[in-house]
């Protein structure tokens, strides 16, 4: 089983290293393989995703991934910053299905924003399509206006776009993945306004009755942003399209008590998959040796049951890191009062112990 792990910028190189010590732990014939990607690599050969770092990662069963980008990099033209290496795995590799479970852990209920009885027991999963929709659809750029409220004026345009097979594919991944669970889906749409929307749902309703065992509901993305908060027990799958799912999953994120919590799966028709924590290189802490290294190793989990079908493995440590939060060890952002203060490699190192 062949990885590339590509740790990148910030707290990146921190937490992978971490995730690493867990996969190690466990002992499976794992074959690692770094590269650099992002700032690291932009330093090191002038482009945020060398040939050879694409290379190694469309060659491997599955991709574990740090984080990129530092504002140092905010004055690059677009091209050669960073983020662009992570949009463009994406693009290469075919990512279009990324999950993003949202559980709220029981020792960590305190730490959500919401009260505990609206997060207690919270397990959602959110599957957003990411190579379609407004960031990649063309045209794009800016022009002079020659209609609408200002001719003449400066303007920006993006592109909506949702083709049929793109969106069959991803309903097709939300039922399969909602028979696995509590057989709902609740699709998010904007229909009663965007046509993209329209398609979105009108497939989406054609897809589920191939899934008469698999509740569906639509809804709009306004009311689901307010449900998100309202009631979020009530979800079960939430599929949505790139946008969406990119500004839902961040509020979701927040259910479970930190995005250092969030690990996230992203998925190719082969299986193969990229395995990365939602959060960024958090550059405000990066160096320091605190960040929360369990979304990354959470992801490795994700990867070792999506990718490498090693489902046992990946409950182990699943297991493992629901012991360290009892045992009372957290990273400063989930810490509170009577809990024990641990930086990366200790939350690691616990994880690696509780295995
Ligand atoms: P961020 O997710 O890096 O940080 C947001 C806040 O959460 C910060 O206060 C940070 O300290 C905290 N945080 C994040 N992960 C944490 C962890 N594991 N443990 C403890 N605290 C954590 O988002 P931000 O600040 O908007 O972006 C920073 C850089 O990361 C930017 O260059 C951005 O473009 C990039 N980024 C990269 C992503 C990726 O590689 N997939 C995703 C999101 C942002
Ligand atoms: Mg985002």
């Known amino acids: 089983m062949k990885i590339a792990v590509l740790p990148g910028d910030g707290i990146g190189t ?8 867990v996969l190690q732990a466990l002992e499976l014939p794992l074959e690692l393989e770094y590269a650099p990607v992002g700032g690291a690599a932009f330093e090191a050969s002038g482009h945020p995703l060398p040939e050879a770092t694409l290379k190694l ?23 050669l910053r960073p983020e662009q290496a992570i949009l463009g795995l994406r693009k290469h590799l075919g990512l279009f299905a990324n999950f993003r479970p949202a559980i709220c852990y029981e020792q960590l209920v305190g730490a959500s924003s919401l009260k505990p009885e609206l997060v207690a027991g919270l397990d ?32 920006a345009f993006d592109t909506m776009r949702y083709s049929r097979p ?41 897809v589920g ?18 449900q998100l908060v309202k009631a979020p027990k009530k979800f079960d799958v939430i599929v949505t399209g790139n946008m969406f799912g990119d500004i839902l999953s961040d509020e979701a994120s927040m259910l479970t008590g930190s995005i250092g919590m969030l690990p996230s799966a992203s998925l190719n028709a082969k299986s193969q998959g990229l395995y990365e924590p939602s959060h960024g290189s958090a550059p405000d802490i990066a160096g320091q040796g605190i960040a929360n290294p369990l ?21 182990r440590i699943e ?6 939060l009892a045992q009372g060890l957290r990273t400063p952002d989930i810490w509170s009062a009577g809990t024990t ?4 490699a200790q939350m690691g190192d616990a994880v690696v112990r509780a295995l």
């Not at 889906?185 to 989406?204: G, H, I, M, Y």
């Not at 509740?215 to 942003?225: C, F, G, P, R």
Request: no cysteine.
């Open 124 to 155: 959602i999963l959110i599957i957003r399509e990411l190579t379609g929709d407004i960031y990649f659809g063309q045209p794009r750029g800016r022009r002079v206006a020659t209609d609408g409220h200002f001719p003449g004026a400066e303007e």
């Open 166 to 206: 793109e969106i069959e594919r991803i309903a097709h991944v939300a039922f399969q993945a909602a028979r696995k669970r509590n057989k709902k889906v609740t699709s998010v749409d904007k229909a009663n306004v965007l046509e993209t929307f329209q398609l979105w749902k009108d497939v989406v309703t054609e």
């Open 341 to 344: 203060k641990v930086g990366t």
């Open 295 to 315: 979304a990354t190793i959470l992801s490795a989990a994700m990867m070792l049951r999506f990718s490498l079908n090693q489902p046992e493995a990946a409950e």
């Open 209 to 226: 009755q191939q899934y008469p065992d698999v509740t569906l509901e639509h809804m709009y993305v306004d009311n689901a942003a307010m």
């Open 57 to 79: 990662a469309r060659e491997a069963d599955a991709v574990l991934f740090g984080a990129v980008g530092d504002w140092k990099y905010d004055t690059l033209e677009r091209a």
């Open 14 to 21: 921190e937490i992978v290293a971490e995730a690493v010590k």
């Open 319 to 324: 297991t493992a890191v629901k012991q360290v």
